[in-house]
């Protein structure tokens, strides 16, 4: 959801011509950038947040009693769901940057774990080791979904280390391609 | 004089198309600088360069002797092809976003939409403004940090004869106050109105640079006939002539300079020809455009 916004306020930059303008008026192509990207982030911790007090307040409601160690024990979810975010939103601003078009963006960007499925599916068992290392699996392991928690009867409940980082490599990735990307556009 | 910007083999490939080729140019302050070629002839792609939105394929520019930094743009207003601005804001909220935008202070909000004229209308939506009117804003916004250069790029475009007729009041108001204007336009009459200098662009090249005022200089261009074989080789013999060439139904003679149309119609006389048809041209800037884009090579 928030990455079709995200997608929306991007493109529409360039079919409005206003980076262009802005760029005309003397805004550099990285402080506007910066913008968009800081915008995202001010998204992100925001939704953590979110996340975090409702969290907060379903834990308070169905817990017998309270013990700030839960809460706290939990606690580690927060950034990293906040990560997951930003992570997804880099991606979908760097789809904007590079296509530039909103109705194809927002295709891609929805289809961009099904994609991600089939080029997984055919690829030669030789490379099943990078399967976990592709950006929305990366993404999709920082939090995994609790709904498996219930089919399984077990969850991961810990935030791994691996999973940050590989997704703190494309959270970087996809900000510098957007860069490169916006920095050699003619806009 | 200082230069305010000087261009040096400025060149853009767009795939193999090559939109400007190693254009080399100088503009200096105080100049209303004109910049004329047919559509598609690189007059909005070098702009587009010069204001950072078209990455250069190879050479440089520089602007007030620096070479080109983000910082510098806010010291040139430029309008480029369409204003752009947001339809559901009224002028003035426009304006305002811009000043912010350029860290300019919105105190020049006033001033500059007296100078485009726009004040008592300042309050309405930007969606209700006609064509003219837009222009107006945009050409405001541009003024707003109060720049050294202004860009224009075809500020007539689409207007009546009336709004063509303001917007050039607006530029040769503008230039008054000192500032230099870069103007790409294909009305030739608007250039040769309002510029001091001007350049032809054709297919990327630019083919011819110099002031307006040597437009028109040179020998005088005579139209004499009707056409026949007596008047064509007494033409031919007759010493101040430069070249000659049919039109229609009479010759188009280039007479030296100093040479008079009198001293033509003497000589005819002398020669027992009544030339029947005998105008004198003046040499517009249309013509003397017309006439370097057809000398100019294709390449
Ligand atoms: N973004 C682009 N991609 C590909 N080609 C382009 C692009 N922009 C311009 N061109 C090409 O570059 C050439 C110069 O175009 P430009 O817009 O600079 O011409 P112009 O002199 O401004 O014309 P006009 O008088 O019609 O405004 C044209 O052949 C045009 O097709
Ligand atoms: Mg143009």
Redesign the pocket.
Known sequence: MLGVLVVISITNEYSYRTLRQNVIDGVSRLDFLISKITTNLGLSIVSALFIFVIGLVTGLIYTPELDWKYVFQSMPFVPAYGLQIFTYLSFALMLGVIIQRSGLTILLLLFASTIELIIKLNLPDSLEVIKPYFPMDAIDNLVPNPFLKYVFQEIQDYVSLASVAIALVWMFLFNFFSYRRLKAA?I | METVLSINNLT?H??R?K??NNMTLEVKRGMVFGML????????????MLMGV?NKTSGSFSWFGELPKDEIRKKIGAVL?HPIFYPYLTGQQNLELNAMIKESTPANIPKVLEIVELSDRKDDKYKTYSLGMKQRLAIASALLNDPIVLIL??PTNGLDPMGIAEIRKLIKKIAEDGKTIIL?S?LLDEVQKVCSHFAV?K??NMVYTGPVEDVGKGGLVIEVGPIDNQLHSALKNFHGIVSMKDENNHFLVTLQEGIKSQDLNKYLFEQGIAASHLIARKKTLEQQFLEILSEAPTS
Do not use: C, Q, R, Y
């Open positions: 003619d | 853009k767009f795939g198309i939109a400007v070629g047919p559509n598609g002839s690189g007059k909005t792609t070098t702009l587009g078209v092809e790029d075809e790409a294909h662009l297919k990327g």
